[in-house]
DNA sequence: CTATAACTCTCAA
DNA sequence: CTAACGTTGAGAGTTATAG
């Protein structure tokens, strides 16, 4: 019987962005997304102000001039270089870990029970706090899906949780009674559409979720959500995922800092995020067999005249190779362009990925041909990992980049630049 | 008609 | 000065299409 521990770190980015900012103690900080759109990450001052998750940072802009709040746009080289760093710690607690995602880990803590394992909690909550300044709460239970319920607790502490929950010693009636005093909504998988449909069956509650009648909810909604029923009722039906298997589909896709207007502008954003794309496939030892192109204008504004297309195609011969793609890639958004749009956004998918190894060739291809575009682009991936990303290009991307995102509140790169170290100044 | 492909919807962080 | 609203990936279910 597995035992979950799902650590998740409190307001994440926003933590990370005051960590190396002493003046930044007790500041409302927000983190913005990219293209410094709308806020995704909220310290707990802001929380406090009631601004909510995911709103437009224009909207709120006035509200935060009025109360001090410092924004942040996303740094994800700081944030990744901080999850890693809170990896290895959780590493040290157990063999077995699951990094689901840059903030959350779950550690499967079977047979640590020794001490019990709120204790063991409550040291993984101390050892990250003091080797890297980061708060984070422990949720533990015999599920997945009620050890994220449990994190939830310890978050709000709820049952006078203080940082940890632990609901393998809760009595049966006091986990009820907590359980009773959970929006549905909060269960891992219950989201936007599910809470109103169940709400109006009358599950208002985890509780009610987890004494539903499991045929109905089958029957009703999905296999998915029974699922998550019988998580909520202790059946372990999500066990852990150590390995991250290879992604089956790539997307690259930004919106842009300026309306973009023109082809050759859309060209570059497309040959760039193509490279990019192309890069994640080398990583994994992939090739894709198809490639999709895609552009629209900014779904929001109603004044505008709308136009959004994608196409895709499938390649005559599987590839990684960036400038193979890029050139498909030109070829697609040249048929889908149409002039007199304001585009807001473009982006790329490749699909029908499959391992670079035992690839079955097309009756033309040259094998040779293959092998020496393979090893251009393992020279120029590691050029750009030695030198940083960007050195070595398509000339198609561009240089100037006036499409390029918005980050007007960029931090230092505290963590992966020199330039960003942060400096003691005398006084 | 069936098997599969293609597309849509939902969720998550 | 004004207008301005993220990205990436998975899986299930539904609909379209091919043979």
Redesign the pocket.
């Known amino acids: 019987m597995p035992i979950f521990a799902l650590v998740d770190c409190n307001n994440f980015y926003a933590s990370c962005e005051k960590l190396f900012d002493p003046r930044l103690a007790g500041v409302p900080v927000v983190v913005l997304?990219?293209?410094d759109?709308?806020v995704?990450a909220r310290s707990a001052e802001v929380k406090a102000l009631g601004i909510p998750m995911?709103v437009?940072w224009?909207r709120i802009?006035e509200q935060a001039r009025r109360h001090g709040i410092v924004a942040f746009s996303s740094n994800y080289a700081l944030y990744a270089d901080m999850s890693n760093r809170v990896v290895e710690v959780l590493a040290q607690f157990s063999p077995d870990i699951e990094v689901?995602?840059?903030?959350?880990s779950f550690l499967d803590v079977s047979g640590f029970e020794g001490t019990g394992l709120a204790e063991y909690g409550r040291q993984i909550r101390e050892r990250v706090q003091r080797w890297l300044g980061l708060t984070v709460c422990v949720g533990i239970a015999p599920t997945k899906t009620l050890a994220?319920l449990a994190n939830h607790c310890a978050k709000k502490n709820l049952a006078g949780a203080a940082g940890v929950c632990d609901f393998t010693i809760m009595p049966p009636a006091d986990l009820d009674a907590l359980l009773t005093r959970i929006d549905v909504g909060e269960?891992?998988?219950?989201?936007?559409?599910?809470?109103p449909r169940l709400q109006a069956m009358g599950i208002g509650t985890v509780r009610d979720l987890r004494d539903a009648d499991a045929e109905t909810l089958r029957s009703r909604f999905?296999?998915?959500l029974e699922r998550t029923l019988r998580e909520l009722r202790g059946t372990s039906c999500l066990a852990l995922e150590e390995v991250v298997?290879d992604?089956?589909?790539?997307?690259?896709?930004?919106?842009f800092g300026e309306r973009v207007h023109d082809l050759e502008a859309l060209q570059e954003a497309v040959a760039s995020y193509l490279s990019r794309a192309a890069e994640?496939l080398r990583q994994q030892g992939s090739l894709a067999g198809a490639l999709t192109v895609y552009i629209r204008t900014?779904p929001?504004?109603p004044s505008?005249p709308r136009y959004q297309k994608a196409v895709?195609v499938p390649l005559p011969e599987a590839t990684a190779d960036s400038r193979l793609l890029a050139r498909w890639g030109r070829r697609i958004l040249k048929q889908i362009y149409r002039p007199g749009f304001a585009y807001?956004?473009a982006?790329v998918m490749l699909s029908d990925i499959r391992p670079r190894l035992r690839n079955q060739l097309s009756l033309f291809s040259s094998s040779r041909a293959t092998r020496a575009n393979g090893r251009l682009m393992q020279a120029l991936d590691q050029i750009n990992a030695r030198w940083g990303r960007g050195t070595l290009r398509l000339a198609a991307e561009g240089l100037d980049k006036e499409w390029q995102?918005k980050r007007g509140h960029l931090s230092p790169g505290y963590t992966t630049e020199w330039a960003g170290l942060p400096t003691v100044k005398a006084r």
């Open positions: 997304s990219n293209n759109g709308c995704v995911g437009p224009f802009r689901y995602s840059i903030d959350e994220k269960v891992w998988g219950v989201g936007r559409k599910l809470t999905s296999v998915v298997p992604k089956q589909q790539i997307i690259c896709s930004r919106s994640k900014s929001f504004n505008e895709t807001q956004k982006g995102m």
